[in-house]
């Protein structure tokens, strides 16, 4: 997948001029950049979210994404929750077992780090091309957050990504590339 030339301005603000990324299959890429930079953008743009003012790009249709924000239905179960747009049942336990999560916990009850756990996996219980984390461990603890990033590792073998995070630490621990904006 690529893109070639990408601008995007918000009225006067230009916020990508020229942006290039090339992603090889399975191949693992930490974005990174200060805040405002941009990098939300992008993955907007690749989403579908927001069209590019000019450039050109190749993007796969199944992606799997974190979003900033966990998106979850608070009155359903965690196992609901993952299997709300996918019926492999096994795999989303499988996974939600790892993350440490009760499969059978309410959202409503379940504190924020268990909320970004639920959200983590349901992005990885999907079949995807493309894989995208925006910030996905942000607010979980280094024990927690560790255990979170094997379990990404494990299901995105061999499965390209796009990593968003300020964490340095992070982005060396996952990256195959790490592309700085
Ligand atoms: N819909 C929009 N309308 C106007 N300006 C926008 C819009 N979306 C983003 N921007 C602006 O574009 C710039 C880049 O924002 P973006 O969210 O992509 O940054 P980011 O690198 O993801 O930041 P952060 O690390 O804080 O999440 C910012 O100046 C932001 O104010």
Redesign the pocket.
Known sequence: MFLKNICKN??E?E?LKDFHLDIAEGEHIVLM?K???????ILNIIMGFEEPDNGEMKIPNEISVVF?EDRLSEDFSAISNVCLMKSDVLLAKEILEKLGIDIKKCVNTMSGGQKRRVALARCLTRDAKLYIFDEALKGLDEKTKAVAMSVIREYTCGRSVIFVT?DINEAKEFADRIVEI
């Open positions: 918000f009225g603000t916020v950049g805040s405002g930079k941009g990098k939300t953008t900033q300020h």
